[in-house]
């Protein structure tokens, strides 16, 4: 299994401003995802933080929304940009090891935007 | 695309109650499945998983799953309650090319457990 830390744990931003979220996980995976999961709704990813590369991001999310960085195999970051009340919701790390694997999850990122 | 419908926003039982969670999903191909429970304040736990094989999974903490292709549903079971089994449990689906790499989650259902 992996061990997930995610910073902050909760923040309460202005709205037009920027949140950097970081994941560090403690062992080298393969794969690392960003899901956003909004008041009373389910989870969605966000995109795929590809180590090395730019991130694969999923319809209806956009990089200069949410830049990704993976500077190595353990470690990634989900910026909030220009934030608005829309994007108070919880950001949740995750990842794995190949798509025959289990998906772990960080505690979550708890944004509310004001 | 895939997408999972967990029809019970909210369900409570006693606790020593037996439980029966509703995941229902469309998709084409033969699914990857998930269940997930997440407590407050907590990230998601893993309680099992399908992906092939043996169509009654066990998981952690008691529960169980059943894969059932002509119902395309996946609903998790447990005998006997616990109060600490109090928590938000998400059904989720992969398909056969992305598997864990991008699953499509449920809106979830919040159990409560009575004394």
């Known amino acids: 299994s992996a061990v997930i830390s995610q910073k902050p744990s909760r923040d309460i931003c202005q709205r037009g401003t920027s949140l950097t979220i970081q994941c560090q996980v403690d062992s080298q995976v393969t794969m690392m995802f960003w899901y956003r999961q909004q008041p009373g709704q389910s989870l969605t990813l966000i995109a795929t933080?590809?180590?090395?590369?730019?991130?694969?991001?999923e319809s209806g999310f956009v990089i200069d929304k949410f830049p990704i960085s993976r500077p190595n195999l353990t470690f990634s970051t989900l910026t909030v940009s220009n934030m608005s009340p829309e994007d108070s919701s919880i950001y949740l790390c995750s990842v794995t090891s190949g798509r025959n694997t289990e998906a772990f999850f960080g505690q979550g990122t708890r944004l509310t935007v004001v | 695309a895939q997408s999972v419908t967990q029809p019970d926003i909210h369900i409570t039982v006693s606790e020593g109650a037996s439980l029966e969670l509703r995941c229902n999903y469309s998709y084409g191909a033969t699914p990857y499945l998930f269940w997930y429970v997440q407590s407050p304040g907590q990230g998601l736990q893993l309680l099992l998983k399908y992906f092939s094989g043996d169509t009654l999974v066990q998981g952690i903490k008691g529960f169980e799953a059943e894969f059932k292709r002509s119902q395309s549903s996946f609903n998790l079971r447990k005998p006997s309650v616990h109060w600490s089994d109090a928590a938000e449990y998400f059904c989720?689906?992969?398909?056969?090319?992305?598997?864990?790499?991008?699953?499509?989650f449920g809106t979830g259902t919040r159990l409560t457990v009575i004394p």
């Open positions: 989720a689906v992969g398909s056969i090319q992305t598997g864990a790499n991008n699953l499509f």
């Open positions: 933080a590809n180590q090395g590369s730019e991130a694969t991001y």
